[in-house]
């Protein structure tokens, strides 16, 4: 039997003589809750004011905001802003600081509110009669039981074409329910489900609103229009039972349910590392993450608009940037958010490849920025399958020493003035040339027998600087670049970053091609794209500038071997 601390409050509130009365088991349990929280109210100074017993047993509906409590308004209504289990209601949904020594208590299904109807982000679901809804770490929600939906709005039609919902998210289809616009053949209106329709625990209904009138500007990229008429996605989860208040959604690939904890985050692996000059706000990157990147069809023609990057470069920078923010030294709180938020997409990507996904290749700059977030789950949470994701990756395929190129035991330079042993991959990679002739790998190759200037022109525009960042995140938190386990990866960013295009080079290339190297595209830096792009914001060299202050700083070691040697310092 689960027993929560609201439960047992309840209890107490009935009895004059509490810890008489109770059994000896239920006793104990009381007496290390009131100890672990006098412990928690011991850390947190004046931030509460707590004034009374009932305070102190965590009660919903007393008018206090309790430990593991969000709000407290006094009643135990749902629909006003703060729910019976005194979570906020609405999008505004706070992510809290679990931790594994202080878990929240787990509710029980009867303590969830009982709701006829939930609204996120713009996109509202019916329920035939009520049924116990919870939400995730992230606020995402979730039904327990099953459920019948009579209605969703913005309403998807069969002859709308508009606001498609799905059941799961089909790992290979490479095809799109949401909205009929989808480009490229890529739009099926057989995956679009229509209410009524059930919600059984182990589906995920995925609800999209779509862009109204014109497609949206591209997130950190203004000054170009999606390429997605879809504007914004909200995902119902079925589970079979109440969760607990720190549990991430499972991905929404069909099949996936396993549900990880957010007190299992090992936090203490990210670094603390002093600001550089120009820090861009976490709310700006929490923007990004807080809705889910719903991220199986290749080229980004479906996206959530209003908030994930339409291009594989600018999956890339958003990673970047995130990134290195979680490697700052903010106050956790205020990192958990994000950090929460960028899990989540690990967890919700790697459910896609546990089930079959095959990656996101290199293709130009499409194939970036996705290794990241699944390793990063996987370091944050301890788990090994999501530290050696082997899948298909734009940054892995695009980044290759010489040696590898064909035919073997050939070439073991590349063609530079200053020659270099790590290449760009090409076009989709070392395999490329078997696609179509010039799109493998050409640096090993003189310019004078290119086939074209494809790869040339992506490596500079497209992929490179979408890359500075998750690599120097991955070398600066611990355990990331050993789990990447490809150090072409972290070679190549480092001579992109570190070997300026010498002029001879630039001139070699103009001749033999006709070539010429625009100053935004040259190496040694990753901004000017993202200015040129419209991404204005002072914050623009935040990578530049990281990359400068702590290229050469080692990762801190994990607070676990750091305590090792303080007492061997202290005692001889
Ligand atoms: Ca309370
Ligand atoms: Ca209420």
Not at 21 to 31: G, V
Not at 215 to 222: D, K, T
Not at 272 to 278: E, G, M
Request: hydrophobic share 35%; aromatic share 10%.
């Amino acid at each position: 039997m689960r027993v929560s601390i609201r439960r047992m409050a309840m209890n107490e509130e009935k009895l004059n003589s509490p810890m008489r009365q109770m059994p000896p088991k239920l006793r104990k349990a009381f007496r290390s809750k009131i100890v672990s929280l006098l412990l928690f109210l011991s850390g947190m100074g004046s931030a509460f004011s707590i004034s009374s017993t009932e305070a102190a047993l965590g009660t919903c509906g007393n008018g206090v905001v309790d430990k593991f409590e969000q709000c407290d308004d006094g009643n135990l209504n749902n629909g006003d802003g703060c729910s019976s289990l005194c979570q906020m209601e609405g999008d505004d949904f706070p992510v809290m600081v679990y931790t594994a020594n202080d878990p929240p208590p787990t509710p029980a299904l009867e303590e969830l509110p009982l709701l006829t109807k939930i609204t996120q982000h713009g996109i509202t679901w019916t329920f035939a009669s009520p049924v116990r809804v919870g939400r995730f770490v992230n606020g995402d929600y979730y039904v327990a039981g099953e459920c019948t939906i009579v209605d969703i709005q913005p309403f998807p039609t069969k002859t709308n074409g508009r606001h498609g919902s799905v059941l799961n998210i089909q790992p290979n289809t490479q095809r799109s329910g949401f909205d009929s616009r989808i480009q490229a053949g890529r739009y099926d209106p057989s995956l679009r489900v229509y209410p009524p329709m059930k919600l059984t625990p182990g589906n995920k209904l995925i609800s999209s609103r779509s862009a109204e009138g014109s497609n949206l500007p591209c997130v950190m990229r203004p000054n170009d229009t999606s390429e997605s008429p879809v504007a914004s996605i909200s995902i119902l989860t079925g589970v079979d039972a109440a969760q607990d208040l720190d549990a991430f959604r499972p991905s929404y690939a069909q099949g996936s349910t396993e549900i990880y904890l957010s007190r299992n985050l090992r936090r203490q692996l990210l670094p603390k590392l002093a600001p550089v000059q120009n820090v861009p706000p976490l709310s700006e990157f929490e923007g990004y993450f807080k809705r889910p990147w719903v991220d199986s069809v290749f080229f980004n023609f479906d996206v959530p608009a209003e908030y994930m990057a339409s291009y594989g470069r600018e999956n890339g920078y958003v990673m970047s940037f995130s990134s290195l923010l979680l490697t700052l030294n903010f106050p956790q709180e205020e990192k958990d958010p994000l950090l929460v938020y960028l899990t989540q997409y690990g967890i919700d990507l790697y459910g896609l490849v546990e089930q079959g996904h095959t990656g996101w290749q290199a293709h130009g700059g499409h194939g970036s920025g996705r290794k990241f977030p699944i390793v990063f789950a996987g370091v944050m949470l301890n788990e090994g399958k999501m530290k050696s994701v082997r899948v298909n990756f734009g940054e892995d395929m695009q980044t290759i020493w010489v040696s590898e190129t064909l035919p073997a035991a050939t070439y073991t330079r590349s063609w530079h003035t200053q020659p270099e042993t790590v290449v760009y991959g090409g076009h989709v990679g070392i395999n490329g040339e078997s696609v179509n002739p010039g799109w493998g790998p050409y640096e090993h190759l003189a310019p004078s027998v290119w086939k074209n200037t494809l790869g040339e022109s992506y490596r500079r525009c497209c992929t490179s600087v979408s890359w500075v960042g998750e690599a120097l995140a991955a070398r600066l938190i611990p355990e990331m670049q050993e789990a990447w386990n490809h150090p072409q990866f972290f070679e190549y960013v480092n001579r992109w970053m570190l070997s300026p295009d010498d002029p001879q080079d630039l001139e070699t290339v103009r001749t033999a091609t006709g070539m010429v190297i625009d100053v935004d595209f040259m190496q040694g830096q990753s901004w000017k794209i993202l200015s040129g792009g419209g991404y204005h914001k002072p914050h623009r060299t935040f990578v530049d500038e990281m990359w400068a202050a702590y290229r050469n700083t080692p990762p801190p070691p994990p607070p676990g071997k750091a305590m090792l040697w303080i007492p061997l310092l202290l005692g001889e």
